[in-house]
């Protein structure tokens, strides 16, 4: 008896592993059909999106490697590859832990695929059209006017990437108080009681993440930071009363 309840449990765990590694090749998958995308359309990613932020400023971008425009290429591929395929590959995430949810904790789940996707990709786009532009325009007006600024395109591209995901990153923050919530690790009440050390780890995010001194620029970061923390009371309001 004892032999085949081992063996029932090693087989549930190999299913485990199995479906595991099912979820993870189609992961795999979308992101080559992501990458595949990119790649087509990587001249224009590079000349219209990548160094728009910075060319429309006026600076001028330089090469200064051997292969630096090779691994340029390769960089913008895979990361437009990661931002196109990033709601399929979540939604591989949840396929996979679905089987051991309750009914209603799948509905939850599901509204968590899309609102993430979401969170994320409204958090890129306040990074391109809000803090690079400011950003750039810092770094191309600042200083004497005998210098040039040119920057080299390796330094940029880890430079926009860097600020593209913190940004893509820092907006999940609603859904993340949502799932603690759900699951009874945040309450509203913790949110409110620890407001102002919220607000102290926001600026020093800010001050962090953004590398100029421009104070303007800081803030842009930091206010939709104080938004979201607010949001995200409200959020845990509404799950916690849920749950």
Same mark, same amino acid.
């Not at 904790?105 to 409204?122: D, G, N, P």
């Given at each position: 008896?004892?032999?085949?309840?081992?063996?029932?449990?090693?087989?549930?765990?190999?299913?485990?592993?199995?479906?595991?590694?099912?979820?993870?090749?189609?992961?795999?998958?979308?992101?080559?059909?992501?990458?595949?995308?990119?790649?087509?359309?990587?001249?224009?990613?590079?000349?219209?999106?990548?160094?728009?932020?910075?060319?429309?400023?006026?600076?001028?971008?330089?090469?200064?490697?051997?292969?630096?425009?090779?691994?340029?290429? #390769?960089? &913008?591929? +895979?990361?437009?590859?990661?931002?196109?395929?990033? %709601?399929? !590959?979540? *939604?591989?995430?949840?396929? =996979?832990?679905?089987?051991?949810?309750?009914?209603?904790?799948?509905?939850?789940?599901?509204?968590?695929?899309?609102?993430?996707?979401?969170? #994320?990709? &409204?958090? +890129?786009?306040?990074?391109?059209?809000?803090?690079? %532009?400011? !950003?750039? *325009?810092?770094?191309?007006? =600042?200083?004497?006017?005998?210098?040039?600024?040119?920057?080299?395109?390796?330094?940029?591209?880890?430079?926009?990437?860097?600020?593209?995901?913190?940004?893509?990153?820092?907006?999940?923050?609603?859904?993340?108080?949502?799932?603690?919530?759900?699951?009874?690790?945040?309450?509203?009440?913790?949110?409110?009681?620890?407001?102002?050390?919220?607000?102290?780890?926001?600026?020093?995010?800010?001050?962090?993440?953004?590398?100029?001194?421009?104070?303007?620029?800081?803030?842009?970061?930091?206010?939709?930071?104080?938004?979201?923390?607010?949001?995200?009371?409200?959020?845990?309001?509404?799950?916690?009363?849920?749950?």
């Amino acid at each position: 008896m004892k032999e085949k309840e081992e063996q029932g449990r090693e087989l549930g765990f190999l299913g485990h592993m199995e479906e595991l590694r099912s979820r993870i090749i189609k992961a795999l998958l979308w992101l080559i059909v992501g990458v595949s995308i990119a790649a087509f359309f990587a001249n224009d990613l590079i000349n219209y999106i990548v160094l728009d932020p910075a060319t429309s400023q006026g600076l001028k971008i330089q090469n200064l490697k051997p292969f630096g425009q090779a691994f340029l290429y #390769f960089k &913008v591929v +895979i990361m437009g590859g990661f931002v196109l395929s990033f %709601p399929m !590959m979540l *939604n591989q995430f949840w396929k =996979f832990i679905e089987p051991g949810l309750y009914n209603k904790e799948k509905k939850w789940a599901m509204r968590i695929t899309v609102f993430t996707s979401v969170c #994320f990709l &409204v958090g +890129i786009a306040f990074a391109y059209y809000v803090m690079l %532009p400011s !950003m750039m *325009n810092f770094a191309a007006h =600042f200083g004497s006017d005998q210098i040039e600024n040119q920057i080299d395109v390796s330094e940029y591209m880890s430079f926009f990437i860097m600020i593209i995901l913190a940004s893509g990153l820092l907006f999940e923050l609603p859904m993340i108080t949502y799932v603690l919530s759900k699951l009874g690790f945040v309450t509203p009440a913790f949110l409110r009681k620890y407001r102002r050390h919220a607000i102290v780890i926001v600026l020093i995010l800010a001050a962090v993440i953004t590398p100029t001194p421009d104070p303007v620029t800081q803030m842009i970061f930091a206010a939709p930071l104080f938004v979201l923390y607010e949001i995200s009371i409200f959020v845990s309001k509404f799950s916690y009363k849920e749950k």
